[in-house]
């Protein structure tokens, strides 16, 4: 029992530690569309209207200069499959409209274009996430900028994050 209690404090002491490595503190995104692991509707992939769903932005570090938005597919056969990236968004941003792009800049996808590309796996279920980043300071990259420009720029800059992961599979 003893062991036990020594192992629950040292998480309990350990945990701010592990978030702090790990980016800092914890943001949230949600959507009205669904809910956190469950299906994304149809209407924001490759079969529908391929259109953002509605997104909104939480618990923004007061010290945050600028906000990253990534969305990928760690599911995709060639390995991570980036949706869409959008960088230097205001941190007072809190709503994201369903089909919209926050003003920011963007950068290019794995679809080869700029904006959102939705859900279109070639087979079985994906997971999409949607992740929200709180940098220190504003990037310095180009428009049309490929996810590797991004992550490095980035890098050492993140003070918070959250993620929202939803399901999406084609029905043939």
């Not at 391929?50 to 010290?63: A, K, M, Y």
Request: one cysteine or more; charged letters at 20%.
């Amino acid at each position: 029992m003893r062991k036990v209690i020594i192992a629950g404090a040292m998480a309990i002491l350990l945990a701010p530690i592990a978030s702090f490595a790990a980016g800092g503190a914890k943001m949230k995104i949600t959507s009205s569309a669904f809910q956190e692991g469950a299906n994304i509707p149809s209407k924001f992939s490759c079969d529908g209207a391929n259109t953002s769903p509605p997104l909104q932005i939480s618990d923004v570090p007061s010290e945050a200069k600028s906000l990253v938005l990534i969305v990928d597919d760690p599911d995709a056969p060639s390995g991570l499959f980036t949706h869409w990236t959008v960088w230097n968004i205001s941190p007072q941003t809190s709503t994201i409209a369903e089909g919209s792009t926050p003003k920011g800049m963007q950068g290019t996808n794995d679809f080869g274009k700029s904006g959102y590309g939705g859900p279109c796996p070639p087979s079985g279920t994906h997971r999409y996430y949607f992740k929200i980043f709180a940098l220190d300071r504003e990037l310095d990259l180009p428009f049309g900028a490929k996810r590797g420009q991004l992550d490095a720029a980035m890098k050492g800059h993140v003070i918070a994050q959250g993620e929202l992961m939803g399901r999406y599979s084609r029905k043939k």
